[in-house]
């Protein structure tokens, strides 16, 4: 575990500490519109308090909970802090006064000078997409490119599963405290993310995920990333937010081509329709990063064949449509079930979501 780091000054944490217990009060202003909260994130003290003067506040949350020792946090005066989060600023989106982290300082730190992509889509997503963004994730970490995603269902946690499935660095950003992994479904991913990384948030530690914070933390991402890529999502998506924020940003956003024919992909496909960079492969992410050319110079070699000539066989099955039945039938069950380890350990294959392989 790295040091932790903790350097705030008074002003910045009485803002954090702020918006931590008055937190209910904006779900409660902004009930049914949750995008109308990030707007109040960039008033003032005083006035962010008269904003919410008129409404009924929460029940309170007692006293601040003991902030775990592994929690740190820096302000926005701190040479730690992000520094693209500043430009949040300039187009009255309001950068955090404090982000508390879990995980390597660096990390956060890095990602607001060094290259950085933020990976994005919808929480329901076809395999085809949670397959591009593994592939995405995992090959541009390879690259040295920071990954910046929510750690949602779906694409966001793909595109981390892909990053901490290698060498590289991931950065989740979350709508609740840093301190606890959201949703909970995704404890293993976070563990994951913090060992590769780190896992941060606006919100002091012990606060829950208010709906409003998903589009606040939205913006988050949004600014870190030099480049935004949607790889799914539908027509009417809170994925559209993101987009609409890194454009606020001037953040350039791309988009991964999906099937016509399905609704996963129609927001997605929208973007394409409407200018966007389409992305084919890793090295089209770094080529808008460094430069057309640049991508397939830098990009981690392609995955080498098996050796084994069971496992090739299998994999050429099932990359040719095969079911596991019909390779079943004409190959020996008790060495397709090794054969399929084999492959899956070595990157060759995934799990889907109904129990069979796919080639990634």
């Not at 919100?203 to 600014?223: D, K, Q, T, V």
């Not at 054969?339 to 392989?357: I, M, T």
Request: charged letters at 20%.
């Amino acid at each position: 575990m790295s040091v932790v780091l903790r350097e705030a000054c008074s002003r910045c944490m009485r803002r954090s500490r702020l918006i931590g217990r008055i937190a209910g009060s904006i779900d409660n202003a902004v009930a049914g519109r949750p995008t109308a909260a990030t707007p109040l994130l960039a008033l003032s003290d005083h006035e962010l308090v008269a904003a919410l003067a008129s409404m009924k506040p929460p029940t309170s949350a007692g006293p601040p909970p003991k902030i775990d020792p592994s929690v740190g946090w820096v302000c926005r005066h701190s040479d730690g802090y992000p520094r693209r989060m500043h430009r949040l600023d300039e187009v009255d989106l309001g950068s955090p006064a404090v982000v508390w982290f879990v995980g390597d300082p660096a990390c956060v730190a890095d990602a607001g000078v060094g290259p950085a992509v933020t990976i994005i889509g919808t929480r329901k997503a076809s395999a085809y997409g949670i397959a591009v963004a593994e592939q995405l994730g995992r090959g541009l970490a390879a690259a040295g490119v920071t990954v910046i995603s929510g750690l949602a269902l779906g694409i966001d946690a793909a595109a981390h599963r892909g990053v901490v499935s290698g060498t590289g660095r991931a950065l989740a950003v979350l709508a609740g405290g840093a301190d606890a992994p959201y949703p909970p479904s995704n404890r293993r991913l976070y563990a994951d993310v913090v060992a590769h990384g780190a896992v941060i948030s606006e919100l002091p530690p012990g606060s829950p995920s208010f709906r409003w914070g998903f589009p606040a933390r939205n913006r988050l991402m949004a600014a870190l990333g030099l480049l935004t890529i949607v790889v799914e999502c539908r027509e009417r998506s809170g994925t559209l937010i993101t987009v609409a924020q890194a454009q606020q940003l001037g953040r350039p956003v791309a988009a991964v081509p999906g099937p016509i024919d399905t609704p996963f992909a129609r927001g997605s496909n929208t973007l394409l329709r409407e200018g966007a960079p389409p992305i084919l492969s890793v090295s089209d992410v770094l080529d808008e990063l460094f430069g057309v050319g640049l991508g397939e110079r830098i990009s981690p070699p392609e995955r080498q064949r098996p050796g084994d000539p069971l496992q090739l066989t299998v994999l050429e099955a099932i990359e040719g449509g095969e079911s596991l039945e019909q390779i079943g039938e004409r190959l020996s069950a008790r060495g397709v079930r090794g054969a399929l380890g084999q492959l899956e350990l070595g990157g060759h294959l995934v799990r889907d979501p109904f129990g069979g392989y796919r080639a990634r």
